[in-house]
Structures are given as C-alpha cells and as structure tokens.
T-cell receptor, first 115, second 115 residues
C-alpha cells in the first residue's frame, strides 16, 4: 500500500460524457502527478501540481483538466470522452525536501472504460 | 530533453543476476537517474535512484559510469516475482519543471523471469 488513494477503481461511461477522477496523496506530500496508461503502452505524463499550483504539464488534452485543492487532494476531469480515452489513470505523489523532489508513490489507478 | 533508450525486453531464469542498461547520452549536469518497476495493472514502484558511481539498496544496485551517459540496474538473483516492466527516468529533480524529462516513463524494459 503506497498511501495514495484513488477513486473510483473502475468507471464505465459512454462517449461524450464527462467524468471526474479523484486522488488523495500520501500524508505530507505536496506534489501530485497524473498519468495515463493505455493498453500495452507506457505511462504518459499528464500534469503535476504542487501545493495547489500547476507545476508541469505533459501531453494533456484540452478536454482534460485537473486541479489540486487546499486539502491537497486532486481531481482529474475528463470531458467529451472518446473511445481512445479508455485507459488506466494513475495518480502519484511525492515529497519535496530542500527543493528536491523525492520518489513518486503511485496509487492503484482508476480504470476508465468508454463505450 | 534527456531521452532514454532501454532494451524492449529481456529474458532470464530464476536465481540469475539481471542487468538492464539505460542510455541517456544527453544527460544534464543536474539530472538524476531513477528506476521504477511496474507489474500489470498496478502503479509503478520506486526501485532506486542515483547521481553517479554506485548506489545499492536492499533490492537492487545502480551503476553509473563517470560520463553518466548510461546507467545499469542490477537485480541480484531474480525470482519469478521480478517479472515486470522496468523504467529508467532521467531528470532534474530540483527544477520546478523537473519536469517532463523526469516524468517521461517511455516504454520501459519488459523482464520475463523463467523457472
């Protein structure tokens, strides 16, 4: 158990719909990262937040957005869903010590299926 | 971006030592090298991290030559449970946008351990 929680575990929805994935980082971790992993593909970095502010942006589509709240939990919003958005979505968190990012701890993921 | 190159796959037998090499020819002065392990349908798990020379922990060793243009993850006496995908990441952990380089997992090396 990494200490990072993600809800829901599974999500099945239809094309054109909007969903929200939730992540709670480990206690004390200020950084939250979101990744997408499609079937048999590597992890694609989407976006990183640090203490409520966006820190780094990866290959995140305009239809996707994220935010980190004051209690440090984060949400990833996916809208106008397409079949190709079906994937495992992972959240990770890390601590920052003296300005240096520590290792990432990954959650169990949310499996999104778009029908 | 410090692009990394790893073998797509490797095969080994239980009890053998496995060495996975990652090439990162344009590694920058402030870049660290981090390795993660991922089992199917699970989030990656941190294995080891280093900057130069050799780092060892309870599960692996990381060898980094003086020019730092490559690194080798060494897994001693592998077991069936070491069958997984291994990712090499390179990036500046102190940069606000550490960022996409240290967050680019790529396709990794798929290690298959046979009995």
């Amino acid at each position: 158990d990494s200490g990072v929680t993600q809800t829901p575990k599974h999500l099945i929805t239809a094309t054109g719909q909007r969903v929200t994935l939730r992540c709670s980082p480990r206690s004390g971790d200020l950084s939250v990262y979101w990744y997408q992993q499609s079937l048999d593909q590597g992890l694609q970095f989407l976006i990183q937040y640090y203490n409520g502010e966006e820190r780094a942006k990866g290959n995140i589509l305009e239809r996707f957005s994220a935010q980190q709240f004051p209690d440090l939990h984060s949400e990833l919003n996916l809208s106008s869903l397409e079949l190709g958005d079906s994937a495992l979505y992972f959240c990770a968190s890390s601590v920052e010590i003296a300005g240096r990012r520590g290792e990432q701890f990954f959650g169990p993921g949310t499996r999104l299926t778009v029908l | 971006l410090a692009k990394t190159t790893q073998p797509i796959s490797m095969d080994s037998y239980e009890g053998q030592e496995v060495n996975i090499t990652c090439s990162h020819n344009n590694i920058a002065t402030n870049d660290y090298i981090t390795w993660y392990q991922q089992f199917p349908s699970q989030g990656p798990r941190f294995i080891i991290q280093g900057y130069k020379t050799k780092v060892t922990n309870e599960v692996a060793s990381l060898f980094i030559p003086a020019d730092r243009k490559s690194s080798t993850l060494s897994l001693p006496r592998v077991s069936l449970s070491d069958t997984a995908v291994y990712y090499c990441l390179v990036g500046d952990l102190e940069s606000p946008d550490m960022g996409r380089r240290a967050l680019t997992f790529g396709s990794g090396t798929r290690l298959q351990v046979q009995p």
